[in-house]
């Protein structure tokens, strides 16, 4: 089968680990283990319903309606084996999100879990004619009965053939469509290719050299980018996958501690509030060998108590949009070294991945002053194909150099050199800078004075009030008890010019998270404008 395989297809590490540990865990849900071959025959079992059932589609996608199942990983492996790309869905997502996502790949199959059936309905609304697959049900009657007007498959039509032919695509066939957050209010689909996802396992299997010994944490969403290093390198490694329950998502060491867990891949909100809860102790993950993160800034109080938890392996701080295939630069903690190097309390982001090229732009393509921040552009062979559809965002977000041709990416994210320009700083989003009377501000740079003023876990800062000129100061969040703010803005006064001296302190116990595990700033923000 391995001989056979596309070198640059998404499937093909998963194909050889079979062949070569066909007995050995593949995932792990629920305290039950499912091997290489079982997890196989039933991959292969959708991939032949699919292809019976569906022999043509106006697109090469299938959707996977689930999260942490054994019917989500047979159905996104079951999506690849039929030569499809796949595009998850999460079931926690609103209907009408799920419904947009849904019809606008114009998928004509969806395998669905028990965590998704209670939108399914929703979700379907008045669509017809869709192939829907319920791996975990036997009960075919009662399904078709409820879904009328769709062809209902279930357990029973889940029947391994004899023989399998694997596909063959292209390297620059979509391997999956992920639907991210859009400014018009609905999600866009960034697609990512064969080629773009083989360069980056590929970089990190040389970086991590990982074996079949290795058990990766799974704490990304299947519709968070990020999940494809947890269930690709785990398979093109030979490793497991271990599913925590819904408790060890938010609190995860009991999780790291049952399952050993050897790679751990989170957001750094997980750092930071098992830090705030007194959850990390010195020593306390013994079986880690690699700590990484990603998706957010990364604190480097975080970083620094996490490295200790989890002191028998390196910590590496990851970056990356979707766009540019789940992370494209990193930085390697070095304990007390890597304090110094912090900015604002920020963990740099490091270099970039081996052909990947940095620019950063003060405007278009113009390169910012040596120590200037600017807008991180980057070109190279994880550079995604664009947006679903959307020539006209594609366009705007993935540009051609005026010089060589290359095609650029343009991350939206502010950077810049640090002072021996050996690594890059992140400062914070472009559109997280505000004008207050005509001033640029970087709000990442208040957040950290008063985040250290306050001695706070988190702040958060943002552009409000706002008057009929526009911004005319910042409120900040800070996470924790109630204090007294008076002492601790006329301290920011000694720090900050006046403009960008906070207008108020508003104390939270928690901050809102987003369905990506981030902190939600536009949650925050809705709660100080008044109901229209």
């Known amino acids: 089968m391995a001989s056979k395989l596309t070198t640059a297809w998404l ?45 043509s589609t106006p697109t090469p996608l299938t959707a996977v309606y689930a999260a942490r199942s054994h019917s989500a990983f047979i159905g996104i492996l079951g999506a690849l084996f039929r030569g499809h790309g796949y595009v998850p869905l999460n079931p926690k997502f609103p209907a009408d999100r799920t419904r947009h996502m849904l019809e606008a790949s114009k998928c004509q199959a969806l395998i669905i879990d028990h965590n998704a059936e209670p939108l399914l309905t929703e979700v379907l609304n008045d669509r017809s004619g869709l192939a829907l697959i319920f791996p975990e049900h036997d009960n075919k009657d009662e399904l078709k009965a409820r879904y009328p007007s769709h062809d209902v498959f279930t357990a029973s039509d889940l029947v391994t053939p004899e023989a399998w032919e694997m596909p063959s695509p292209l390297p620059e066939d979509i391997a999956y469509l992920l639907f991210t957050s859009g400014s018009t209010g609905k999600p866009k689909g960034v697609m990512v290719s064969h080629a773009n996802i083989d360069r980056f396992l590929s970089v990190m299997m040389d970086r991590y050299e990982l074996n079949e010994t290795d058990r990766f944490s799974h704490m990304f969403d299947l519709v968070f980018d990020l999940s494809l290093f947890d269930l690709f390198m785990a398979w093109k490694a030979g490793g497991c996958v271990c599913c925590p329950n819904a408790d060890e998502l938010l609190l995860p060491a009991g999780y790291i501690e049952r399952t050993q867990l050897t790679v751990w891949f989170s957001v750094p909100s997980v750092a930071v509030l098992s830090l705030r809860l007194r959850q990390l102790e010195d020593d306390r993950f013994p079986s880690i060998k690699w700590s990484l993160f990603c998706g957010e800034a990364l604190p480097a109080d975080a970083a620094a108590a996490w490295a200790k938890s989890a002191s028998s392996g390196p910590l590496e701080n990851l970056y990356g949009p979707t766009e540019l295939t789940l992370a494209c630069a990193l930085y390697r903690w070095k304990g007390e070294a890597s304090l110094a190097e912090c900015r604002n309390d920020v ?32 070109t190279g062979p994880q550079v995604a194909l664009g947006y679903w559809n959307d020539p006209e965002k594609t366009a705007a977000a993935f540009q051609s150099h005026p010089d060589s041709g290359e095609i ?68 900040c969040f800070v996470e924790g008890p109630e204090i007294e703010a008076a002492p601790i803005l006329q301290a920011a006064k000694s720090r900050l010019p006046a403009y960008m001296v906070p207008k108020k302190l508003i104390c939270v116990a928690d901050f809102p998270l987003n369905a990506n595990g981030k902190v939600d700033r536009k949650a925050l923000l809705a709660t100080l404008k008044p109901a229209s």
Request: glycine share 12%.
């Open 11 to 55: 499937g093909a590490g998963f194909c050889t680990s079979v062949e070569r540990f066909p007995d050995r865990p593949a995932i792990e849900v629920g305290g039950e283990s499912v091997s290489y071959r079982d997890l196989y025959d039933k991959a292969v079992a959708v991939a032949d319903l699919l292809t019976r059932v569906r022999p």
């Open 408 to 475: 650029y990416y343009r991350t939206g994210d502010l950077v810049r050199w640090s002072d021996d320009g050996e690594r890059l700083e992140y400062i914070g989003r472009v559109d997280n800078q505000v004008k207050i009377h005509g001033m640029r501000v970087e709000l990442g740079e208040i957040e950290a004075v008063i985040k250290e003023l306050t001695e706070a876990p988190r702040v958060v800062a943002v552009g409000y009030p706002v008057d009929a000129n526009g911004i005319s100061g910042v409120t």
């Open 347 to 378: 963990v740099p982001i490091g270099t970039a991945y081996p052909g990947m090229q940095i620019l950063i732009a003060e405007e278009a393509f113009k390169e910012a002053a040596p120590g200037a921040s600017g807008e991180l552009l980057m």
